[in-house]
């Protein structure tokens, strides 16, 4: 029995792997639209009608772009996985405010490297990077778990939390943000029941997917969050750190000279 119970542990994939298959994603999301779109076609801050009348004038245009958007949209696969990590380190971190803290960190770390890649300047008003998202969810959390009693009262502010995170991500133009907030909503209601949560998940991915095509292919990364074996796995907490914020700032460095 002990013999199995440690072959179990040991199959699935850790945390570690999936924020690995998640920065994967990411990669190739910042690759599809700040090396390909905004450096290699120069689409930068132009319109739909623009965009299309720079694609018309050659089929290599055309080719990239396509390449762009498929890489855009095996990105939000990311989003599935970040959102259920995010639960997890929830449940499980021994401080709560070390961990919104390192969260805050990396999105204000992620901000003008974001704004680089996908803006084309450092400071760009309208946008804000996913990890935003991020904290707003462990925000949401803190007062999913404050008020965890069930009762009618709990559960209208529990509603009124959620709703006012999706309004502030709204406001804020987090990238993501909306759909990464039900998705962390839908895996914290379904916490410590897998099957459940896989389909809570691709319930949440498919009506983003209603919104935008873009989140076509998000439901299969809740396939792999099935296969979470609820260790850690090996983690380099600076490595987590800079990651994100060191990826975009490379794709905004190189979008100038492509």
């Known amino acids: 029995m002990e013999r199995l119970a440690q072959t179990n542990r040991t199959r ?4 570690s792997a999936l924020r690995m298959s ?18 290699m076609l120069g689409l930068t801050g132009l319109n739909t009608q623009e965009m299309l009348g720079v694609l018309e004038q050659s089929s290599e245009a055309m080719t990239l772009a396509t390449v762009s958007i498929v890489l855009q949209a095996l990105e939000t696969c990311a989003v599935p996985i970040f959102a259920f990590l995010l639960v997890e380190g929830f449940q499980k ?11 805050i960190l990396v999105a204000l770390a992620s901000e003008i490297p974001y704004n680089l890649a996908f803006g084309g300047s450092a400071f760009v008003m309208d946008s804000r990077n996913p990890v935003t998202a991020m904290v707003i969810g462990l925000l949401m959390l803190y007062f999913y778990q404050y008020f965890s009693a069930r009762s009618v009262r709990n ?16 406001m804020l133009g987090i ?3 909306a759909f990464l907030l039900m998705m962390v909503a839908a895996f ?25 095509l873009f989140n076509l292919t998000a439901p299969f990364s809740c396939l ?35």
């Open 188 to 212: 914290y209601l379904m916490r410590g029941k897998p099957g459940f949560q896989l389909l809570a998940g691709c319930g949440v991915a498919g009506i983003a997917t209603l919104l935008s």
């Open 12 to 15: 699935g994939m850790s945390a």
């Open 224 to 258: 792999l969050l099935y296969l979470y074996n609820g260790e850690k796995g090996d983690s380099n907490r600076v490595f987590n750190l800079i990651c994100y914020p060191l990826m975009l700032l490379i794709a905004g460095i190189a979008a100038l000279y492509l």
């Open 155 to 170: 559960t209208a502010i529990k509603v009124v939390v959620t709703v006012s995170a999706l309004l502030w991500s709204g």
């Open 22 to 39: 998640g920065y994967l994603c990411l990669l190739m999301g910042i690759a599809g639209k700040g090396l390909i779109q905004n450096g």
């Open 93 to 103: 971190t021994a401080s709560y405010k070390h961990y919104l803290t390192r969260m």
């Open 175 to 177: 990238e993501h943000g």
